[in-house]
């Protein structure tokens, strides 16, 4: 599933334009084609035609993992989940090799929503809080202090990994981004969040910006069919990376499941406490 710095590319991309595809900021959106019922969330698909037809795009933006388009009334959010993608472009045809839902917008443009699995979804609401109220702090919020983020770890006796996947406590981490973090602060992720000392705590939040904004600059990671052509998979510590050694002590990687989720960390540098 996209992560955050992937979700960011896209988002930046759509924004700013890249050597594809130009900016959509400002595009007109002529008409939109739905090709999977189950792709809209809200409202029905005839409201959504009409509401969505002759809206401007006026800026597009990220929020945890969703893509927030918004336009002239309303806002468009879009959550990719396991394998969607945005594509822009010229031309009539819809774009990607798994269309499900396709907009047709001024100046010859398109934009289409694709997604091999279904699993992706979209909302077209008045207040993007009727979708997104229940998801945490932003992590790279500069508002969102260390001392914040020791308190809400103090309050919580969930272990660390699935605690950092919960949405409702941090927006935007993933499997990928939370392994490398929890690897650069030195903690073994079945650690429970409230035996770590505050100093951890600022420690973690420090490494989860880095390897963020490391992904964003990097523009994500390309590790399946799905994720676009990103390099942070190079910068990987641990991350897929089981049974090799270790580029901090030479140990080799292990990997275990926590919450459901594969987990690869370094039995050395990341010792159990408490465990």
Known sequence: MPELPEVETIARSLRVGNGDSPSLIGAQILDAKLLWHKTLATPSESEFRHRIQGQTIESIERRAKYLQ??????????????????????????????????????????????????????????????????????????????????????????????????????????????????????????????????????????????????????????????YRGGEFQNQFQVYQRTGEPCLQCGTPIARMVIGQRGTHYCPRCQVPVGV
């Open 69 to 226: 388009i918004n336009l002239s009334e309303d806002v468009l959010l879009i959550h990719l989940r396991m394998s969607g993608d945005l594509v822009a472009g010229e031309g009539t045809e819809p774009l990607g090799k798994y269309p499900r839902l396709v907009f047709t917008l001024s100046k010859g443009l398109q934009l289409c929503f694709t997604d091999a699995r279904k699993f992706g979804r979209v909302w077209l609401v008045e207040d993007p809080l009727t979708v997104l109220d229940k998801l945490g702090p932003e992590p790279l919020d500069p508002e969102f202090t260390p001392a914040v983020f020791a308190a809400r770890l103090q309050a919580r006796k969930r272990q660390i990994k699935p605690l950092l996947l919960d949405q409702g406590f941090l927006a935007g981490m993933g499997n990928i981004y939370t392994d490398e973090a929890l690897h650069l602060a030195k903690i073994h992720p079945a650690t429970r969040a409230d035996q770590l000392e505050p100093k951890q705590g600022a420690a973690l939040l420090a490494t989860i910006r880095t390897v963020l904004n490391e992904g964003i600059r990097r523009n994500g990671a390309s590790i399946d069919w799905v």
